[in-house]
């Protein structure tokens, strides 16, 4: 299916969503992060995050909403801006404050109680994206079954993964970024943060050669709508079925622990992955009848099939409270 860069929606539902991802992580300056572009033009909103992961264990963050005015022209809000070039190229940049914090988990209180945080700096983010495969559309591969239960959280969903390089200015410190690894998605449709229920989505990369990305949501009765891909020696396989084997949460029941993954893909092999979190940021939705839901964006460690040397992204929603 061709990724076309926006969509107009034929929906009059204010949860219709167009939304852009990217996350990096370089291990060499171990400095790595996450930005979310959003849009829901019925409401009309746009949102965006970025989240900075620094090597002295701080974490630097943005979080803005506006009226989605650059959408459909542009994916941008405010500072943070996903530039299309080609289909595989893209180019991420930011420009503005960033709010540090020694422990991420309390970012969400920081607007409340600025005494918590540590500093305020001035950021300057100039990435590039090379694709290292041809972009990946879930739905082209998920069940029926699948389809039902992830209707809430969109209803096409495309991923690449790339070489990323470029500059990045934070403060007074500076770094250099030659070809670390990094990945996009984009997805629209349907997005109720409070009313999807549950989900996990990991991007795991090994190599330039060797990655997985396997997502699901789950309902109450702990039935999985999952999708994904392995990516292997510049083939994409698709991921036909996946097995929530152990999901491992605080006593808070929000923040995770651990996860582990059997995964059966298209090619009829069997795979166990396991994943862990790193540093927690919390990004917390409540809708207009007082629902909640905790969105955790982690830059986490992973295991597949032996082989330890995974890292990436371990993303995690969990329904908090419920009227």
Not at 5 to 17: F, G, Q, V
Not at 203 to 223: C, K, L, M, Q, S
Not at 241 to 265: A, C, K, M, N, Y
Not at 294 to 302: A, D, N
Request: negative net charge; aromatic residues 12%; hydrophobic residues 35%.
């Amino acid at each position: 299916m061709t990724e076309r860069l926006t969509h107009k929606t034929r929906s009059k539902n204010a949860n219709w969503n167009e939304s852009y991802y990217f996350v990096f992580y370089d291990r060499k300056h171990e400095v790595g992060g996450m930005s979310r572009v959003g849009f829901k033009p019925n409401r009309p909103e746009g949102m965006t995050f970025l989240f900075l992961f620094l090597p002295d264990g701080t974490v630097a963050a943005s979080y803005t909403t506006d009226e989605g005015n650059e959408y459909p022209s542009a994916i941008k809000v405010d500072g943070m801006h996903h530039q299309h070039i080609r289909s595989d190229r893209w180019s991420y940049t930011f420009n503005g404050s960033m709010v540090v914090v020694d422990n991420s988990e309390i970012l969400p209180r920081v607007r409340e109680q600025p005494d918590l945080i540590k500093d305020l700096v001035d950021v300057s983010m100039n990435l590039d994206f090379a694709g290292l495969n041809e972009p990946y559309e879930y739905s082209e591969h998920m069940t029926a079954e699948s389809l039902r239960i992830g209707k809430n959280s969109g209803d096409k969903h495309w991923e690449q993964i790339a070489k990323i390089s470029g500059t990045l200015d934070i403060g007074e410190s500076q770094y250099r970024i030659t070809d670390c690894l990094g990945q996009r998605d984009h997805t629209y449709g349907i997005r109720d943060w409070t009313g999807i229920g549950e989900w996990f989505y990991f991007v795991v990369w090994f190599d330039e050669a060797h990655a997985v990305n396997p997502a699901a949501v789950i309902t109450p009765d702990g039935r999985l709508g999952s999708g994904g891909f392995l990516y292997r020696n510049g083939r994409n396989v698709p991921i036909k079925d996946i097995r929530l084997l152990e999901h491992r949460f605080r006593p808070d029941g929000l923040f995770p622990v651990s996860t582990t993954l059997g995964l059966t893909d298209d090619e009829g092999e069997e795979h166990l992955l396991k994943g862990q979190p790193g540093r927690i940021v919390p990004v917390p939705f409540k809708d207009e009848r007082g629902s909640e839901a905790v969105l955790v964006q982690s830059l986490g460690t992973f295991e597949l099939d032996g082989v330890r040397s995974g890292y990436g992204a371990y993303e995690v929603l969990k329904r908090g409270h419920q009227p």
